[in-house]
């Protein structure tokens, strides 16, 4: 410690009083964090030395963007940006129009360093702030970067970043929708050679999320709403410990949106075009009984992909069949519902519909018990071609739609249904893409896109 005491500044108190700390430090904890705050320090130093080097490099002025004359310099100006090392500041040389054009001052070092006109936070204290907003509250990710970066957030700055890159992760995806609505084919993802020929699942569901009553108003009724929320990925085997073959989900890409079924189709269509849908060897659709989700596997997915519909949401209608019919509450009802439930698995729906069908031939039928059988039947009728469960695991393809449910669990719940949360329209729209971004591997990509914002 003497030499590293001996070959940093010793003006700085800042530094001394970090090595102090770093020597008094007892235990591991203590000295790992008396030098990360060092840390901080030392590379402030090394920060301001480059970047006062390059202040007082000669500045090639460029023409006005108004008149085209050259702009002449004013002198240096200082400049400040709260970063994840502090709040840097510098002094650099700023330019006007000689013929005073309204143009403001141009820094052309600010230009050079990636530093927008009116930016107060760094690039990188951004984007930190908006992955923890990813996974926790806004004040909790502001709190978090505090104690990381040594520097002040406030929540509403971190509300304000997720809104920037929010809306960055909208445009992008309004660009690639206007060109596949325009006939033209986006680029499939890469695949590894064994993910390119395994089969392609898709699901879909929907899940709700409390919002305000009112924009900015916190009191008053919660309004409940349903996120569309699609899943795809990749299906491969994989052997357990004891030699059990299961099937497990590879290359998971999600998508959602808060909408109708409408606003939610083209955005599954081109999540799957990506995936390769045109090109896999074997595509499912898996879902539950609603209408509008199936109605988006005839209009789009029929032709490219088997449905299936999820067995255990069969099995629970069943069951409301075999309680309007022999009485919930009693042991003729249990026992026809495992065997009806254990023919419906294992390759014999149409036993099942036939039972149903000879139960709604009986004269005394009550006709509330009726009414139920009735639309039991009428909807494992409808779903005929999308119940031969045996045949599907037979072939390895999921008959569950559990894939779907833990991705609204992961993507929707986790994040926007905590204790209390009711969500603004605008906060919701604009973490959701992160939240997208994040799990579908474009993240990064979302802080290259355009300039940095307050």
Excluded at 155 to 176: D, S
Excluded at 220 to 238: D, F, M, N, P, Y
Excluded at 257 to 274: E, H, N, S
Excluded at 385 to 394: F, M, R, V
Aim: glycine share 8%; aromatic share 8%; proline share 4%.
């Amino acid at each position: 410690m003497l030499c590293l005491s001996d070959s940093i500044r010793q003006d700085d108190l800042c530094v001394q009083h970090g090595l102090r700390a770093v020597e008094q430090a007892q235990t591991l904890t203590e000295l790992l964090l008396a030098a990360w705050s060092l840390a901080r320090v030392l590379a402030m130093h090394v920060v301001e030395s480059v970047r006062a080097q390059r202040a007082q490099r000669p500045t090639s002025w460029p023409p006005c963007p108004g008149c085209g004359k050259r702009l002449r310099s004013k002198g240096f100006v200082k400049r400040e940006v709260t970063s994840l090392l502090g709040v840097i500041q510098w002094q650099r040389r700023v330019g006007r129009c000689p013929k005073g054009c309204d143009i403001g001052q141009i820094a052309p070092l600010d230009e050079a360093l990636g530093v927008q006109p009116h930016q107060r936070s760094s690039a990188e204290l951004q984007y930190l702030g908006c992955t923890l907003a990813v996974f926790v509250p806004f004040a909790t990710a502001a709190r978090l970067l505090r104690w990381y970066s040594a520097t002040s957030v406030s929540p509403r700055a971190v509300w304000a970043w997720v809104q920037a890159a929010g809306k960055r992760a909208i445009a992008e995806l309004q660009t690639q929708l206007d060109e596949v609505a325009r006939g033209e084919q986006p680029v499939p993802e890469r695949l590894e050679a064994d993910l390119a020929i395994a089969p392609l699942a898709i699901g879909a569901d929907g899940v709700m999320v409390p919002f305000r009553p009112q924009a900015g108003q916190t009191r008053g009724k919660t309004r409940w709403h349903e996120i569309k929320v699609g899943i795809l990925a990749r299906l491969g085997q994989h052997r357990t410990r004891t030699g059990q073959r299961v099937t497990r989900l590879y290359h998971r890409r999600l998508v959602a949106v808060w909408g109708d079924i409408d606003t939610f189709k083209p955005r599954l269509w081109l999540a799957a075009l990506r995936q390769g849908l045109l090109s896999a060897s074997e595509v499912v659709w898996l879902s539950d009984g609603g209408r509008g989700l199936w109605r988006l596997y005839d209009e789009r997915f029929a032709a490219h992909a088997r449905g299936i519909l999820d067995f255990y949401h069969a099995a629970q209608n069943v069951w409301k069949g075999a309680a309007a019919w022999r009485d919930g509450r009693t042991t003729q009802a249990r026992r026809w519902f495992g065997w009806a439930r254990h023919r419906l698995r294992h390759s014999a729906p149409d036993g099942v519909l036939g039972d149903l069908a000879e139960a709604l031939e009986v004269e005394t039928l009550p006709d509330h018990a009726r009414e139920t059988l009735v639309k039991v039947y009428e909807y494992l009728e409808r779903h005929r071609d999308h119940i031969d469960y045996a045949t599907y695991k037979a072939l390895g393809l999921p008959i569950g739609s559990g894939m779907v449910e833990s991705a609204c669990k992961w993507l929707i719940q986790q994040r926007c249904k905590g204790v209390g949360m009711r969500w603004s329209e605008t906060g919701f729209d604009h973490l959701l893409p992160l939240r997208l971004a994040w799990v579908n591997g474009s993240f990064d990509a979302l802080f290259q896109l355009g300039p940095c914002t307050n």
